[in-house]
């Protein structure tokens, strides 16, 4: 599965017809549409100079969480640790900022533009404990693709 989603992943960078920002919304697509578990797939970069993340291409549900503040939630915890964060349960975490209750699990993983953290992947499943390191790797992968087009 992943494998196959790699090279999607691959060819959308590639496609000169799509600027960055619909390349990244192509990806989201894709990826929600291509792993089952996958039910809210989204990227949110640093705000400027602000200690903030901001919003930008997602599939799924709206959500009110347009902007998150370092420290705040799983995504604002990702932007200061600069590591992989894996929630198997989001009601067994204190700092996490609910944005649908069909939500039952969570995946962050930082992205990297010449080795500064600049934005994540973020990922919601409805699915209990699903993320394996398969999916750590994968979206690694997906990140640092997305990283050339940035
Ligand atoms: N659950 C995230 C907030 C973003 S929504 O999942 C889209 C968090 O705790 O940071």
Known sequence: MFAVLKTKVK????????????????????LQNGVSYYDWV?????????RELKLGPYT????DHTIIPFGKGICGQVAESNQN???????????????SITVKSEIVVPLF??????????IDSNTPDPFTEEDERF??????????IL
């Open 11 to 30: 060819a959308i960078i590639q496609d000169t017809s799509l600027d960055s920002t619909e390349k990244m919304q192509s990806i989201c697509d894709t």
């Open 60 to 63: 799924g549900e709206p959500t």
């Open 113 to 122: 533009k010449n080795g500064e953290n600049i934005g994540q992947i973020d």
């Open 139 to 148: 979206l690694e992968y997906v990140n640092a693709q997305v990283a050339q």
């Open 85 to 99: 964060f894996v929630v198997p349960d989001v009601q067994a975490q204190d700092n996490y900022i609910a944005c």
């Open 42 to 50: 989204g990227f949110y970069f640093k705000n400027g100079d602000k």
